[in-house]
C-alpha cells in the first residue's frame, strides 16, 4: 500500500461547479497533513493545511478523519485559475518534517 | 511569506560532468532543508535531509557518494550531482520549514543530461 494514494484523475470540470479531491495515509503516527498545488513544470505551492477539525479558506475547504485516515479538499465556486495538480502531503510521523507526497490529481477547469 | 530561492532553473550537462544545484532560504534561518526528485508525471521524491553543520541523511537506495549535500550555513544548502548521467534527468526541487506550519519550495532546477 503507498504511503499516501491520491485519485490521479484527470478530473475536467466546468467553470463554478464544485470539485472533491480524497487522500488516504498509512502511517497512522502521521500528524501534519497538506494539501500543495503544482502546476505544469512549477515547484509545489502551499495551499492549506489541515486541520482535525477542518478549516476553511474562501472556496477551499479541508478535512481531516484521523480514525478513518483520509483527508479531503473542496473546492466550490472552480475557476480557471484552479487548474493544477493538487498534492496531498503528509507527514512521517510524530515530530518527523519529512514529508511523503501523494502522486497528485490533476484538475482542469473548462470555461 | 517565505521565500526559498534555488538555482539554476534549468541546466543541461554532458554525461560524466558534475552539476551544482544552491538553495537558499532569503528571509528566515533553515537548519534543516530537504532534497527532492521529481519525474516526469510522478511524485515528489525525499532524496535527502540537508543538515546544518553536519551531514546529510539520505533515504533509501540514494547514492550518498552521488548526490553530495553541503549544508555550510543556516540559509544555503547545495546538492551536487557528480558524475551525472541521462538516467539522472529530472527536477530537483529543495524546500525548508518556514515559521508557519508549512514547508517552502525553490522554483525547481531542471536537469537534462546529454
Known amino acids: 500500500r503507498k504511503e499516501v494514494e491520491q485519485d490521479p484523475g484527470p478530473f475536467n470540470v466546468p467553470e463554478g461547479a464544485t470539485v472533491a479531491f480524497n487522500c488516504t495515509y498509512s502511517?497512522?503516527?502521521?500528524?501534519?497533513f497538506f494539501w500543495y498545488r503544482q502546476d505544469c513544470r512549477k515547484e509545489p505551492k502551499l495551499l492549506m493545511s489541515?486541520?482535525?477539525s477542518g478549516n476553511e479558506d474562501g472556496r477551499f475547504t479541508a478535512q481531516l478523519n484521523r480514525a478513518s485516515q483520509y483527508i479531503s479538499l473542496l473546492i466550490r465556486d472552480s475557476k480557471l485559475s484552479d487548474s493544477a495538480t493538487y498534492l496531498c502531503?503528509?507527514?512521517?510521523?510524530?515530530?518527523?518534517?519529512?514529508?511523503?507526497f501523494g502522486t497528485g490529481t490533476r484538475l482542469t477547469i473548462i470555461p | 511569506g517565505a521565500v526559498v530561492s534555488q538555482h539554476p532553473s534549468r541546466v543541461i550537462c554532458k554525461s560524466g560532468t558534475s552539476v551544482k544545484i544552491e538553495c537558499r532560504s532569503l528571509?528566515?534561518?533553515?537548519?534543516?532543508m530537504f532534497w527532492y526528485r521529481q519525474f516526469p508525471k510522478k511524485s515528489l521524491m525525499l532524496m535527502a535531509t540537508?543538515?546544518?553543520?553536519?551531514?546529510?541523511t539520505y533515504e533509501q537506495g540514494v547514492e550518498k557518494d552521488k548526490f553530495l549535500i553541503n549544508h555550510a550555513s543556516l540559509t544555503l544548502s547545495t546538492l551536487t550531482v557528480t558524475s551525472a548521467h541521462p538516467e539522472d534527468s529530472s527536477f530537483y526541487i529543495c524546500?525548508?520549514?518556514?515559521w508557519g506550519d508549512g514547508y517552502t519550495f525553490g522554483s525547481g532546477t531542471r536537469l537534462t543530461v546529454v
Open positions: 524546500s525548508a520549514r518556514d
Open positions: 540537508s543538515n546544518e553543520g553536519s551531514k546529510a
Open positions: 489541515v486541520y482535525s
Open positions: 502531503v503528509v507527514n512521517k510521523g510524530f515530530g518527523n518534517e519529512k514529508l511523503t
Open positions: 528571509d528566515f534561518q533553515a537548519t534543516t
Open positions: 502511517n497512522s503516527a502521521s500528524q501534519s
